[in-house]
Each structure stands twice: as C-alpha cells, then as structure tokens.
T-cell receptor
C-alpha cells in the first residue's frame, strides 16, 4: 500500500458520458497531482494542487475538470471524452514545499473511451 | 525544451548479472534526479534520489550515479533477480518545480 488510493481501478465510458475519478491520500501530504500515462510515453502532468489551490494546468482540455475539496481528496471529472483520452490516469501526492518533490502514487484508473 | 530520455527498448538481462539503465537529460541542469519502479497495472514507486553534488548513491542492490558533464544518470541493479523485472522511470524537477519524466525502460530478468 502506497497510502494513495484511486477508484475506480477500471472505467469504460462512452463519449457522451460523465464520470469522475477519485483519489484519496492518507500520508498527510498537502500537494496532489493528476497525471496521464499513455503507452511508451512519459507521464504527462495534468493538474497540480498545493495547499488545496490549483497551481498548474498544463493546457489540459476543458473536458477534464479537477476538484480538490481538501488536502486528502482529489477528483477528476470527465465529460464528452474522446477515444484518444484512453489511458492510465494516475494520482500522486507529495509534501510541499519540498525541493525534492518525491511523489507517492496510487495504482491508477485504466480508462477506456469508446 | 527541458527533456529526459530513457532507452525505449526493453533490456533483457540474465539472472545474477548487473542491469544498467540510462537516463539522459537535455536543455537544463537538474539539482536532483529520481528513479522510480513501475509494475504492470500499478503506479510508480519511488526508489532513489541523487543530488547533483553526489556522484553515487546506494541502497541495497541498487546504485545510482549522476554525471553532470555527460548529463546522464545510470541506474544499476546488481545480482539481478526475476522479481526485479519492471519498468524503471527517471524523473527530475523542471524550472517550475514540477517533475518531468522519461518514458521508462522495461527491464526483463531471465531465470
């Protein structure tokens, strides 16, 4: 157990559906991240929340909408996704400020968009 | 742009031998480099961090080096075991203090 839990582990959705991914961390960290991981590609940082405020949004399409109600919980709301959005979505947490930025990951949600 | 590159080809190593993986960075000088292990269907797990002023870092059978002249880090696993088979990711902080990642190298240890 890494201390970061993601649900669901697998998700299949149509292009018109709305769904949400959930992440919870039990490490007492105050920064949380959403990453997208596609096969044979580096992890792509999508969103960063530090002290519950969004500090980074790497030009992610608006069909992805993050929410961070407190330092332990992070959501990624999905709507009208495209097939190219199929990937592994990873949540991570770290302690900020920390110059090393060592991150702890959940097991991910494998998303398939039909 | 700041970039990290890892060998995309899978590395096949005989059990008991030393596995060496490479991480190269371009267009910046990171203060730290990190190595993670990722198993299929799981998230990455942090293994080791090395600072720019450290030449070498060890943890049990793992050793990491950092060569700022070559702009490269090497990750070694000695006395490799089939259980070491996984994808190994290299990461470092960019100028915005966020991690940028290599695509990872898949390591296969054959019995």
């Amino acid at each position: 157990e890494t201390g970061v839990t993601q649900t669901p582990r697998h998700l299949v959705m149509g292009m018109t559906n709305k769904k949400s991914l959930k992440c919870e961390q039990h490490l007492g960290h105050n920064a949380m991240y959403w990453y997208k991981q596609s096969a044979k590609k580096p992890l792509e940082l999508m969103f960063v929340y530090s002290l519950e405020e969004r500090v980074e949004n790497n030009s992610v399409p608006s069909r992805f909408s993050p929410e961070c109600p407190n330092s332990s919980h992070l959501f990624l709301h999905l709507h009208t996704l495209q097939p190219e959005d199929s990937a592994l979505y990873l949540c991570a947490s770290s302690q900020a400020p920390d110059r090393t930025n060592i991150q702890y990951f959940g097991a991910g949600t494998r998303l398939s968009v039909l | 742009s700041q970039k990290i590159e890892q060998n995309s080809e899978a590395l096949n190593i005989q059990e008991g031998k030393t596995a060496t993986l490479t991480c190269n960075y371009t267009n910046y000088s990171p203060a730290y480099l990190q190595w993670y292990r990722q198993d299929p269907g799981r998230g990455p797990v942090f293994l080791l961090l090395i600072r720019e002023n450290e030449k070498e870092k060890r943890k049990e059978r793992l050793k990491v080096t950092f060569d700022t002249t070559l702009k490269q880090s090497l990750f070694h696993i000695t006395a490799s075991q089939p259980a070491d088979s996984a994808t190994y990711l290299c990461a470092s902080m960019d100028s915005n203090y966020q991690l940028i990642w290599g695509a990872g190298t898949k390591l296969i240890i054959k019995p």
